[in-house]
């Protein structure tokens, strides 16, 4: 079956670090992923998509990077800031033609001043 | 421009008891998906609206039953509540149907079965 998960379910760095979340995904003919921010008590917030003609794609202060081969997502936050403290998703889409998104359990990432 | 807005923000129910929840979605979309988020987990797909008809569902029972209205609004109505519903229920809106339309999420209603 198909299932979207992360390494690292907490990850601790502190302000002004770069940091990187990692996400497995499993199922092939998945072709467009996403990372979600979400903060306590609100929806996911869209940070950043790639569709998988794609291995890289930038934001502003964020990368993501798409490797079809192992089947790994990544999200890189640059400058990291105490307003980074969230808990991120990546989804996966693997169903062409309709919309159904395929979510891990999350990664916690905490910010220290 | 507004975002996707749901109400009510929380909701306290008891066992057996029905519940409506509401989405309104961002401006300019057309398309409405519902998700179920239980507390430390990732959301779960519950269901999705297009042209008012249910378009796809996902491994949720019969209990779970929805609504697209022509305005695009939708409810999401769940009878005979058991314990295992509390979550935060999630509103997704996008363009389309196109899997490569982003779908942004509204704030949520978490709901309390006790």
């Known amino acids: 079956g198909e299932s979207v998960g992360l390494h690292l379910p907490t990850l601790s760095v502190q302000e002004g670090d770069n940091s990187i979340i990692n996400c497995a995904y499993s199922?092939?003919?998945?072709?467009?992923f996403i990372w979600y921010k979400q903060e306590s008590g609100k929806g996911p917030q869209f940070i950043i998509d790639?569709?998988?003609?794609?291995d890289k794609r930038q934001g502003q202060r964020v990368t993501v990077l798409l490797n079809k081969t192992v089947k790994h997502l990544s999200l890189q936050i640059a400058a990291t800031q105490p307003g980074d403290s969230a808990v991120y998703f990546c989804?996966?889409?693997?169903?062409?033609?309709?919309?159904?998104?395929?979510f891990g359990t999350g990664t916690r990432l905490l910010v220290s001043p | 421009d507004a975002g996707v807005t749901q109400s009510p923000t929380h909701l306290i129910k008891t066992r057996g008891q029905q519940v409506t929840l509401r989405c309104s979605p961002k401006?300019?979309?057309?398309?409405v998906s519902w998700y179920q988020q239980a507390l430390g987990q990732g959301p779960q797909f519950i269901f999705q609206?297009?042209?008012?008809?249910?378009?796809q569902r996902g491994n949720f029972p019969d209990r779970f039953s929805g609504h697209q209205f022509p305005n695009y609004s939708s409810e999401l109505n769940v009878n005979a509540l058991l314990l295992g519903d509390s979550a935060l229920y999630l509103c997704?809106?996008?363009?389309?149907?196109?899997?490569?339309?982003?779908?942004?999420f509204g704030p949520g209603t978490r709901l309390t079965v006790l």
């Open positions: 401006s300019g979309h057309d398309t």
């Open positions: 997704a809106s996008s363009p389309g149907l196109v899997n490569t339309d982003t779908q942004y």
């Open positions: 609206y297009y042209e008012e008809e249910e378009r």
């Open positions: 989804a996966e889409n693997p169903y062409t033609g309709f919309q159904k998104l395929v």
């Open positions: 199922n092939s003919a998945s072709d467009y």
């Open positions: 790639i569709r998988s003609n794609m």
